[in-house]
């Protein structure tokens, strides 16, 4: 789990992105989002869900940074919406809630 956390810390994206995702992390709600999002049937544990929504979010940056056309900006910020609030609960959780 130590390596998550590292990951995240070491996360840097455009300074917009990130306060687009701070301003709607207050409407986050993980049942609704990480379903939409990672397109799931149940929801997965917090450390679950942080791995797989790095994974998405590198994929997008990868997009972002190539300057492709299928980049989708609102889906850039839902994801880091989502990653916000699942490390917050990672977090609250010590780190262990795998």
């Not at 986050?28 to 997965?44: C, K, Q």
């Not at 994929?59 to 910020?77: F, I, K, N, P």
């Amino acid at each position: 789990m130590a390596s998550l956390q590292t990951a995240l810390a070491d996360l840097r994206r455009p300074r917009l992105l990130i306060s687009a995702a701070r301003f709607g992390l207050a409407d986050y709600d993980r049942s609704r989002d990480l379903r939409r999002l990672l397109r799931l049937g149940a929801v997965p544990s917090p450390g679950q869900a942080v791995a797989r929504l790095m994974d998405e979010e590198a994929g997008l940056e990868a997009t972002r940074q190539a300057g492709a056309a299928t980049y989708s900006v609102s889906r850039h910020v839902d994801l880091l919406i989502a990653l916000m609030g699942e490390a917050r609960l990672l977090a609250r959780a010590g780190g262990d809630a795998a």
